[in-house]
């Protein structure tokens, strides 16, 4: 179980540098989101990194190195918060704990090198049990303050909606509150380790949170820089939707039902009602709102949903549903076809045209292109 543990600690530790790696070197969206995601990161994957190399005593002779027990986990959550408000877009009117948290690290810091070298010239036989009490009222202390600042995390996410308006837009932040989630059971654990070994002097208990802390890391790469790549394309996307530089026209072609049987009269009448309301849909942009509904279009147009139903039905050749994400796959393509847009995400060109999931964009572009989204693009 021992040797599990440490395996897997080990992966996490490589996955989290690799994760460091690539996102600076590869990657070309970078600003103070990506660098908080990072060190965030990076801070796990050293304050494992660090616990793996103890306790399997790959530790140096000198007392020094062997007594340095560097606190990187205190900083995992001041530049988690950093990353949240950033994120969330809300970072000039919250508090910023960041340079505190800094001067706290570099304070024990100072402070554990000026114990150390106190127990080395003046303590018998240099013995280290009062190293050993420090790092136990160190990490309790710690322990508290990054519960307040997790504390703080947790309340921007599930209780100030009212200053997160704008991200909301783009994002339903589903993905932060599972992590938020996540890291409350990481910290469970810490806290128990804490208990059991301040108690009991038994650090058995930290296998759990080093276990616990490597599962996160796995988690908190992917879904962070993924998930900030759609929201930020999605604003780049809409920004371009506001200038109407790519928007569909009401020349759009798309499907329509056999008329030959329906009365000539009729027919004129009808069709340019049809074209009429197609006009105003696309005009108005009401197929980019992902909850659009017949109801909606039928109060604005001030006609019945009867009427408007027969009228889609007959000359759009289809039922309301299709023909809103015939239009919402139109645009999507004319987003593909684009050089302009090459580096977006295709998900994010999905849900700023309308669809509500990357399942949803999927099924219907195959459904009315016969291909998917990605090959599509890659013809142009």
């Not at 600690?9 to 908080?36: P, R, W």
């Not at 759990?208 to 796995?218: C, G, H, Q, V």
């Amino acid at each position: 179980m021992v040797k599990i543990i440490n395996f897997l600690l080990i992966a996490g530790v490589l996955q989290g540098l690799c994760f460091n790696l690539i996102t600076v070197f590869v990657k070309k969206k970078f600003n103070k989101v990506i660098i908080f995601l990072n060190l965030t990161v990076l801070f796990i994957s050293l304050s494992n990194l660090q616990a793996w190399l103890i306790d399997n005593g790959y530790s140096s002779n000198l007392f020094l190195i062997k007594h340095l027990e560097v606190p990187w986990y205190l900083l995992i959550f001041p530049v988690f918060y950093s990353f949240t408000t950033n994120f969330l877009r809300v970072e000039k009117r919250v508090n910023d704990f960041l340079k505190p948290s800094l001067i706290i690290f570099i304070f024990e810091l100072i402070f554990r090198l000026c114990l150390i070298s106190y127990v080395y010239y003046n303590v018998p036989n240099k013995e280290a049990s009062l190293i050993e009490k420090y790092t136990n009222i160190e990490e309790i202390c710690n322990l508290f303050y990054c519960l307040f600042l997790f504390f703080n995390a947790s309340i921007l996410v599930f209780r100030k909606h009212e200053m997160l308006d704008y991200i909301l837009a783009y994002d339903d932040l589903k993905w932060i509150k599972w992590f938020i989630r996540l890291g409350t059971i990481v910290i469970g654990f810490w806290a128990f380790a804490v208990t059991i070994d301040t108690l009991y002097g038994n650090d058995d208990a930290y296998m759990f949170l080093r276990l616990s802390s490597s599962m996160l890391l796995y988690w908190i790469g992917y879904q962070g820089f993924y998930k900030y790549n759609v929201v930020q394309d999605r604003i780049f996307l809409r920004s371009s939707i506001v200038n109407n530089n790519v928007l569909i026209s009401s020349s759009t072609n798309t499907s329509f039902g056999d008329l030959s049987n329906v009365d000539k009269i009729y027919n004129v009448k009808h069709q340019k009602e049809f074209e009429n309301t197609k006009d105003y849909i696309i005009k108005n942009k009401l197929y980019l709102d992902p909850l659009l509904s017949m109801e909606t279009v039928t109060s604005q147009l001030n006609i019945s949903k009867s009427h408007f139903s027969k009228i889609i039905n007959e000359y759009g050749n289809c039922n309301f549903s299709d023909f809103i994400n015939s239009l919402r796959v139109a645009q999507a393509k004319k987003f593909l076809s684009n050089n302009d847009f090459s580096a977006y995400t295709i998900v994010a060109i999905g849900l700023e045209c309308g669809f509500n999931s990357k399942s949803t964009f999927y099924s219907a572009f195959k459904k009315f292109t016969s291909q998917t989204p990605t090959t599509f693009r890659d013809q142009f």
